[in-house]
C-alpha cells in the first residue's frame, strides 16, 4: 500500500495513468466488438511487396505516428522551461526545412525528379541547418529584444511556411527515389521514425544526465534575475533552448517530408506545433516555465498518438475526431490539475483517518 | 469575547512535512494595541500569520475576531481582509506592472454606473490617500517606478485603507530607512489611536521598544509567553527568544591589523560608473579587510557594489583586481576572478525557488564549472552536507524547496552558495536582513572569520550597530555618489550618522 502512495506522487504517474487509460479504452472496445483483448498492443509480421519483413499493428502505428510530435517535445519542453513560453513556429519550421531540402535536391523550379541534384545528406543537413537559424532566429528576438516567445514565433508561424512555399514555387516536390524514403519508411523491420525519435530522445536523455544542461536551463526558467547574479548567461541560454528546439522542428520536418517523400509545405507539421506544446502539458510540466520532466512531455506526445489511433481503430470518422480527441484531452488535464489532485489526496486522508479510527 | 478584545488564537497546531511548525499557540490582541510578535528564524511567526491570514491550512485550534460570532476560519487572504485582518508581508506582494492607484484598489476598484473601473474616482482617492500618509507618490506612475521603500509604504497603505479591526505588519521595516520608519511608526500610532490592533513582526529589537505595548514571544514553534513591554527588557527578551542567555553581540570584533596600509590590495576600483545609478568613484580593498557601505536607502550603496561585480555593466573608469586590470561583463567574469555578490533582495535575485537546497547551494559551483561538467552527485550531497551543518540551516532535507524555507534560512542557503565557491571577494548586501539575532551574530561572526583568512569583504547593512562591528573602515555614500571614507577611529554611531547625513552638523 505504501509503495502505492509513494508511486503516486511521483510526477510522472499521471502522465503514465493517462497512457494507460488510453489503452484500456482500446482493451474494452476490442472485447466489446469480440476481438481479442490485447489486440492493441499486437504486433505482427507482414512482407512488403518489396519483399521485407516489416512489423505492424496498433502499437507500432502509434510509436511510428508519434515520432514527429515526439521529437518535437524535446525542444519544447526545453523552451518552455527557460523561458515560460511556447514556440509556436515549430510546424511552420519543419515545414521549410523539409521544402528546403526537397528543393536542393531537386533543384529550383522542378516538381518531380528521380535522381538527386546534390547528394541526400547535403540536402537533409540544409534542411536542419535552416531549421536551426530559425531556431536562432526565434531565441534572439525572445532572449536579448525580450521579445514575448508567443509573439516572437508568431513571425515565423506565419512566414515559415510561405517561404518554404516559395522556395518550392508554390508547388509540391516530388523526390522518387527509395534513398529519400528511407527516413519515413522502414529501417529493417521497423519504421525508421521511431529509430530517429528514440535516438533523438536518449541523446538528450544522455546530455540532461551527465552534464548540468538541465540545471542551467531550469535555473534560468524559475529565476532569471537570481540564476544571472549566480553566474548563469540567462539569454545565452534560452538562445540555446530556442536553437535546439529548431533542430529538433528539422529533424521531424525531415522524418516528415520523407514520409510522403514529397515537399507538400502547406500540409507538412501543420498544427503540430499545438500537439507538442499539448505533449509538454500532459507531461505534467507547467507552462509556466521552470522545472521540466522530459520523460513526461515525451509520454505526453505519445499519449496524443495513442488517442488518434484508438480513435481511427473506434472507426471514428476523421472529420468527428478532433471532438473525441478534445474530451479525452480535457479528462486527462482535469485529473492532473491541482485543484482535483488535492481533492484526491484529502480523500484518501480522510480514508486513512477512518482506517485509524477503527 | 472580552469587548476589549480584537483577536484571540487558542491552541493553533500546524505541520510541514518533517516540521512541527506551530504547537499549541495561544495569541491574543486587545483593541487598540501594538503587539510585537518576536522569535527566531523558524520559532513560526510567519506562520501563525499565514494561519491567520488563511495562508496555510491550521490543523487544530481556533480563531476569534471582534465582531464575529464563533471561531472563524479563513479561506484565504481576500477572506480574512473581509472580516477585517489585513497584511503587510515582509516582501512585497503587489503588482509591479500595475500603477500605483490600481495596486491600491484592486479587487475593490470604485466603479461608474455602467459597472467599469471609475479611473478617475480612483485616482482621487489614492492621491488623498498618499496625502493623508504624507507620500509624496504619483498614483498613475506604474509600482515597479518607485523604491522598494516606497512600494513597502504602498503596500501598507493599502492595507491600512482597509478599515481593518486587525492590521498585521510581517516585518515592514526591513527596506525602510529611519525616515521612513518613523513615518511608519506614526501611521501605526494613529491607527492604534482609533481602535486598531495591530502585529508588529520585526527583527529591530529597538523598533519593538520604540513603538510597541506588548511583546509575544515564540520559540521552536510554542509560545513562550506573552508579556507587556515593561516586564521585559531587552536583554530578557532576547533570552526569551533564544531560550539561553544573551551572549553579548558587542564583544565579537578581534582586535586583528587595524594598518591595512603595508597589506596588498585586492580590488582597486578607479572612476567605476553605471549611468543613474552610481556616479563615478574610486575604492581600494585590501586583502582580509571588511569595509563597509554606508547611506540612505538608494544613497547606491547597493549599486557601487553592483558595478564592482558586473551585475550592473560599469560605464566608465578601470577595475584591478589583485593588481591586474580585469574587464566584467557580465556576474560570471566577476566569480571567476573569485568575486560572490549576496544581493538585497533575496526573493528576485537570491533564491532558485522551485530548486531543492542542495541545487541551490552548488549552482554558483555549477555555474563556474559549466554547463558541461556536472558536479558529481556525491560531491552536490557532500557539499550540501557540509554547509546545512556548517551554517545550521534549519531544512527538512536537503532535497526540500528552498521557497519552503524561512527566511533568514534561505538567507544562510545563499551564502553557502558563495562560500561553496570559496570566493576572495565577497560582498554582502544585507545578508542580516530579516533574520533573527541569533543566527545575525553567526553570519557577523562569519565575516570576521573570513576577513581573518585573508578573503575581502563588503559589508552593507542598514543596521550601523552591526556595520561597526565588523567593518574595518566606511564608504560613505549619498545620492548616488560616493562621498567619504571613515577609518576606524571616527567610527562610531554618531561618527557614521554625521557622515551618512553629510551637510550641516560641520558648519
Redesign the interface.
Known amino acids: 500500500m505504501s509503495k502505492i502512495k509513494s508511486l503516486t506522487k511521483k510526477q510522472l504517474f499521471l502522465p503514465i495513468f493517462s497512457m494507460i487509460l488510453v489503452m484500456l479504452v482500446n482493451v474494452i472496445y476490442d472485447i466489446a466488438c469480440g476481438n481479442p483483448p490485447l489486440s492493441f498492443f499486437q504486433i505482427a509480421t507482414q512482407t512488403t511487396t518489396s519483399g521485407n519483413t516489416i512489423l505492424f499493428g496498433r502499437l507500432i502505428d502509434v510509436l511510428n505516428r508519434g515520432s514527429e510530435v515526439a521529437i518535437l517535445a524535446i525542444g519544447m519542453t526545453l523552451v518552455v522551461s527557460a523561458s515560460a513560453g511556447t514556440d509556436i513556429s515549430v510546424g511552420s519550421v519543419m515545414s521549410l526545412s523539409g521544402g528546403l531540402c526537397c528543393m536542393l535536391l531537386a533543384g529550383y523550379g522542378v516538381t518531380n525528379v528521380s535522381e538527386y541534384k546534390v547528394p541526400l545528406i547535403v540536402g537533409i543537413l540544409a534542411g536542419i541547418a535552416l531549421a536551426v537559424v530559425c531556431g536562432i532566429f526565434n531565441g534572439f528576438l525572445v532572449a536579448y529584444l525580450n521579445i514575448q516567445p508567443m509573439v516572437a514565433t508568431l513571425i515565423l508561424w506565419s512566414a515559415g511556411r510561405a517561404i518554404g512555399l516559395l522556395l518550392c514555387n508554390s508547388a509540391i516536390v516530388y523526390v522518387r527515389v527509395p534513398s529519400f524514403q528511407f527516413l519515413g519508411s522502414y529501417c529493417g523491420f521497423l519504421p525508421t521514425p521511431i529509430l530517429v525519435a528514440a535516438l533523438c530522445i536518449l541523446i538528450t536523455a544522455l546530455v540532461l544526465k ?4 538541465g ?2 536551463v ?2 534560468v526558467g ?2 532569471k ?9 540567462s539569454s545565452k541560454i534560452i538562445l540555446i533552448c530556442y536553437a535546439v528546439c529548431g533542430l529538433c522542428a528539422g529533424i521531424a520536418g525531415i522524418v516528415a517530408t520523407s514520409r510522403i517523400y514529397s515537399a507538400d509545405t502547406n500540409n507538412i507539421g501543420l498544427n503540430m506545433e499545438l500537439d507538442a506544446i499539448l505533449a509538454v502539458a500532459l507531461g505534467g510540466n507547467s507552462l509556466g516555465g ?2 521540466f520532466n522530459l520523460a513526461g512531455s515525451i509520454i505526453g506526445a505519445y499519449t496524443i498518438q495513442a488517442i488518434t489511433t484508438t480513435l481511427y481503430a473506434l472507426k471514428v470518422s476523421s472529420a468527428q475526431a478532433p471532438v473525441y480527441k478534445a474530451i479525452v484531452v480535457i479528462l486527462i488535464v482535469v485529473i492532473q490539475s491541482e485543484p482535483v489532485k488535492a481533492y484526491f489526496k484529502k480523500l484518501s486522508a480522510k480514508k486513512a483517518a477512518a482506517k485509524e479510527a477503527n | 469575547m472580552d469587548s476589549n478584545i480584537a483577536l484571540t488564537m487558542r491552541g493553533i497546531c500546524m505541520t510541514f512535512p518533517g516540521v512541527k511548525a506551530l504547537d499549541n499557540v495561544d495569541f491574543t490582541l486587545k483593541k487598540g494595541e501594538i503587539r510585537a510578535l518576536m522569535g527566531e528564524n523558524g520559532a513560526g511567526k510567519s506562520t501563525l500569520i499565514k494561519c491567520l491570514t488563511g495562508v496555510n491550512k491550521f490543523e487544530a485550534g481556533e480563531i476569534h475576531v471582534d465582531g464575529i460570532e464563533g471561531p472563524i476560519i479563513n479561506k484565504d487572504t481576500m477572506d480574512a481582509q473581509k472580516k477585517g485582518i489585513s497584511t503587510v508581508y515582509q516582501e512585497v506582494n503587489l503588482c509591479p506592472n500595475l500603477s500605483v492607484a490600481e495596486n491600491l484598489y484592486i479587487g475593490r476598484e470604485p466603479l461608474t454606473k455602467i459597472g467599469t473601473v471609475n479611473r478617475r474616482k480612483m485616482n482621487q482617492m489614492a492621491a488623498q490617500l498618499m496625502k493623508d500618509l504624507d507620500l509624496d507618490i504619483d498614483v498613475t506612475q506604474n509600482l515597479e517606478e518607485y523604491s522598494l521603500a516606497l512600494q513597502q509604504m504602498i503596500a501598507i497603505a493599502r492595507a491600512v485603507d482597509m478599515e481593518s479591526k486587525v492590521l498585521i505588519l510581517d516585518e515592514p521595516t526591513s527596506s525602510l530607512d529611519d525616515n521612513e520608519v518613523e513615518k511608519l511608526f506614526g501611521m501605526m500610532r494613529r491607527l492604534r489611536d482609533q481602535g486598531v490592533g495591530i502585529i508588529f513582526v520585526t527583527h529591530f529589537l529597538e523598533q519593538v521598544y520604540a513603538v510597541c505595548d506588548g511583546i509575544t514571544v515564540l520559540r521552536n514553534g510554542t509560545l513562550v509567553g506573552e508579556y507587556s513591554v515593561e516586564e521585559l527588557p531587552r536583554v530578557k527578551l532576547v533570552a526569551a527568544m533564544m531560550g539561553k542567555d544573551f551572549d553579548d553581540l558587542a564583544s565579537i570584533k578581534p582586535e586583528g591589523i587595524n594598518d591595512f596600509s603595508k597589506v596588498p590590495l585586492e580590488i582597486e576600483a578607479k572612476g567605476l560608473s553605471h549611468p543613474g545609478t552610481i556616479k563615478p568613484f574610486d575604492l581600494d580593498i585590501h586583502k582580509g579587510e571588511v569595509v563597509g557601505l554606508t547611506g540612505l536607502l538608494g544613497s547606491g550603496r547597493s549599486e557601487l557594489a553592483r558595478v564592482i561585480y558586473g ?1 550592473d555593466k560599469a560605464h566608465t573608469g578601470t577595475l584591478k583586481v589583485d593588481g591586474k586590470e580585469v574587464k566584467i561583463k ?3 567574469d566577476a ?1 571567476n576572478l573569485g568575486m560572490g ?1 549576496l ?1 538585497d533582495d533575496r526573493k ?8 531543492s537546497v542542495r ?1 541551490n547551494i552548488v ?2 559551483m ?10 558529481p552527485m556525491a560531491k552536490q550531497i557532500e557539499i550540501a552536507d557540509k554547509f546545512i551543518d556548517m551554517l545550521q540551516i534549519k531544512t527538512a532535507s536537503r532535497e526540500t524547496l528552498i521557497k519552503q524555507l524561512s527566511g533568514g534560512n534561505q538567507q544562510k542557503v545563499i551564502l553557502a ?1 558563495w562560500l561553496a565557491t570559496e570566493p576572495d571577494f565577497l560582498i554582502l548586501d544585507e545578508p542580516t536582513r530579516g533574520i533573527d539575532i541569533g543566527t545575525k551574530t553567526e553570519i557577523q561572526k562569519l565575516v570576521i572569520k573570513l576577513a581573518e583568512e585573508g578573503k575581502s569583504v563588503i559589508f552593507i547593512s542598514s543596521e550601523i550597530e552591526e556595520m561597526l562591528r565588523t567593518c574595518n573602515r566606511m564608504a560613505v555614500l549619498r545620492d548616488g555618489m560616493k562621498v567619504g571614507e571613515i577609518g576606524m577611529e571616527e567610527m562610531t554611531q554618531e561618527g557614521v550618522m554625521h557622515a551618512i547625513a553629510g551637510g550641516d552638523h560641520h558648519e
Open positions: 551527465f552534464t548540468a544542461v540545471t542551467f531550469q535555473a524559475i529565476n534575475k537570481a540564476a544571472r547574479i549566480s553566474g548563469f548567461n521552470g522545472k | 551585475a557580465a556576474p560570471i566569480m555578490l544581493p528576485a535575485e537570491g533564491i532558485i525557488g522551485d530548486m541545487e549552482l554558483a555549477q555555474a563556474k564549472q559549466g554547463m558541461f561538467k556536472k558536479i552558495r
